[in-house]
């Protein structure tokens, strides 16, 4: 067999001039950029990673048709751009798309003469969030090159001559490779007999669902058992009682194709043996059908999280570590590239697959109910707000409420959970996730159908957690892109928080105020609100001044982009930009009131909003003694 050519990625664009067909769809990975870096990044220098696959239709004169993988190409490329290499700018084409063209040719000068659909906004804002984590995280461009030297991607053309269309059929349906996370299933099933291996294998299946409840992936029947009258919350004491109840209700189980007497299944016949779904009652299957809910986590992930809170929530642990300070051993735990070996342990015996299984199921029961989710309004997907509900039944039908009976106390959870949600976009950078379920586990009683006693103390857990993260950050010693993300958004959350006590009142301009409905939004761009390259009319500041965090905040790229290079006073006529950050708001309303936005009020302000987080922290510290 031919062996595949594995491509250096600094050298992916040195001799082939990639076409993105017509066919594909548009440019659509801005979640999944700084994802991507992180993993460049935190790979050790000499040692290879490979970043997938990119297959290909080779085309005469050195070029390649892209038929998958389009999207990583295209950040590879923006990548390239954002570190000024010296490669080939016309490497990467757009067929019949005049609008990415232009943007491509025009995208370190773009002419705001041309108008603002003149440029493809998805090309604009993948760049500057990949310029902008590059200067947060002080990137060296000589030591990324050293990196890409080591991260490769697998080059996979397709057979000449093919069908394509028939070849996009094949991938559809045939083509996929297991995921790691259903191989990890086959190896936990494999240690366990066979009517624990129906149980398991149905406590996997419904908890990999992320996009519904969990509750609402077993039957009506046992989910009373399960799940209690109210379906709030698990009920159960262990595996073995789980299972029990389980397969008691064969009849709506799958079953594996297993003879009596046969010696257990094979790891392969594991992973192909069909498991039927729980049967869904037409009532709920109208009623889920309203409501849509997207997890933070995909399921391989959350499978690390859950491993990593009940390994640290368990009396035996090797190791502890202060949740805003993870020790190399605890970032691994969340590190996709260590899958395997971070999971092996709960396929080693027996008791261990019980133990995690079932230890998965209370994870997943908590993860619903506690970690905020986005949640999409019937009939407009493009639409969606931040939601923390659990699911209740009422009249054998379930309906989702706030966790917390206390609606304040429910919007400051969703509030704070959300600005740690656009803070930390890597999966395996949102330590607060195992820090909470680590918690509720240690909170929540089993096999009981009372609330957990402290419950409402996990808003204070999460707040210490953030006043750890700022105080690491040391803000007051820096500037600039040297400040970190959560400094402006949890300072965001502080000014939501009290926006109605006195001393913020007091404090504020006069036509400050705070909408009671806002929320947070995924900003990943710092905004100089007097602008770092202002027109020949107005006098340059200071780079100490211009660089403070007085006159910095939080907004998104695209709200940069508008934004671009006007003076505040212009920015402040575009309310629904400022409105992203309460920091920037706060900024506007001082620019109204005095006509002007002055070096001396940038260094007020940095004095006010300083004081905001320092007593927060001094607060906080007072309360963990």
Not at 582 to 590: D, N, P, Q, T, Y
Request: glycine share 2%.
């Amino acid at each position: 067999m031919r062996k595949l050519p594995r491509i250096p990625v600094d050298k992916i664009f040195d001799d082939i001039t990639y076409i993105v067909p017509i066919y594909q769809r548009n440019y659509a990975w801005e979640s999944q950029i700084e994802q991507m870096l992180e993993d460049i990044l935190t790979t050790p220098a000499e040692v290879n990673y490979y970043l997938g696959s990119l297959v290909i239709n080779e085309l005469p004169d050195h070029r390649a048709e892209v038929i998958d993988g389009q999207q990583r190409l295209t950040t590879l490329y923006l990548l390239f751009r954002a570190l000024q290499l010296d490669f080939r700018k016309d490497a990467l084409q757009f067929a019949a798309r005049s609008k990415y063209t232009l943007t491509l040719k025009d995208l370190d000068n773009l002419d705001p003469l041309l108008g603002e659909n003149a440029y493809a906004d998805e090309l604009i804002d993948g760049y500057r969030i990949i310029q902008n984590y590059l200067q947060e995280k002080h990137v060296q461009k000589t030591d990324l090159q050293k990196r890409l030297k080591h991260i490769f991607l697998i080059q996979i053309p397709v057979p000449k001559n093919i069908d394509l269309n028939h070849y996009f059929e094949i991938m559809n349906t045939r083509g996929e490779q297991l995921e790691p996370h259903e191989i990890a299933k086959g190896k936990i099933l494999s240690v366990l007999n066979s009517s624990d291996q129906q149980a398991a294998a149905r406590i996997w299946d419904a908890c990999a669902d992320m996009e519904r409840y969990v509750q609402m992936n077993f039957p009506m029947g046992v989910r009373r058992q399960l799940f209690g009258e109210n379906w709030s919350r698990l009920c159960t004491a262990d595996f073995d009682q789980t299972a029990a109840y389980l397969n008691a209700s064969a009849s709506e189980a799958a079953v594996l194709d297993c003879a009596p007497g046969e010696k257990n299944p094979t790891l392969y016949q594991l992973l192909q043996a069909p498991q039927a779904p729980a049967p869904v009652q037409a009532a709920e299957q109208s009623q889920t059908a309203e409501q849509r809910f997207e997890s933070l986590l995909s399921f391989q992930h959350f499978l690390l999280h859950a491993h990593a809170a009940l390994l640290l929530a368990s009396p035996n642990t090797a190791f502890s570590a202060s949740a805003a300070q993870p020790t190399e051993q605890t970032e691994r735990l969340l590190d996709d590239r260590y899958f395997f070996d971070n999971l092996k342990k709960n396929w080693s015996d027996e008791q261990q697959a019980k133990n995690f299984v079932f230890g998965l199921l209370r994870c997943r029961v908590l993860f619903d109910a506690y970690i905020v989710k986005r949640e999409y309004e019937s009939g407009f997907p493009q639409q969606s707000q931040w939601s923390l509900q659990q699911l209740i039944q009422r009249n054998n039908k379930p309906e989702y409420r706030s966790t917390w009976n206390d609606p304040v106390e429910n919007t400051l959870v969703k509030t704070l959970e959300s600005c740690l949600r656009v803070t930390y976009t890597s999966a395996k950078s949102m330590h607060w996730i195992t820090l909470t379920l680590r918690f509720l586990l240690s909170t929540e009683p089993l096999g009981e159908s009372s609330v957990p006693s402290a419950k409402g103390s996990l808003l204070q857990e999460l707040e210490k957690y953030c006043c750890e993260k700022v105080k690491n950050a040391e803000f007051d010693k820096h500037s600039g892109f040297h400040i970190e993300r959560i400094v402006f958004t949890y300072l965001d959350y502080l000014l939501f928080r009290d926006r109605n006590e006195p001393s913020i009142k007091k404090m504020a301009p006069a036509n400050y105020s705070v909408p009671n409905n806002w929320s947070f939004q995924f900003r990943n761009s710092i905004e100089h609100f007097f602008p770092q390259h202002p027109d020949s009319s107005f006098q340059p500041w200071d780079n100490e001044t211009l660089n403070c965090f007085g006159n910095l905040a939080l907004i998104t790229v695209s709200g940069n982009s508008k934004f671009s290079n006007l003076p505040p006073k212009g920015k402040i006529e575009y309310p629904a930009v400022a409105a992203q950050s309460l920091k920037l708001l706060w900024m506007a309303a001082m620019t109204r009131e005095s006509g002007c936005w002055t070096e001396a009020q940038a260094l007020q302000h940095q004095t006010d909003m300083s004081r905001i987080l320092n007593e927060e922290i001094k607060k906080q510290l007072a309360a963990a003694v």
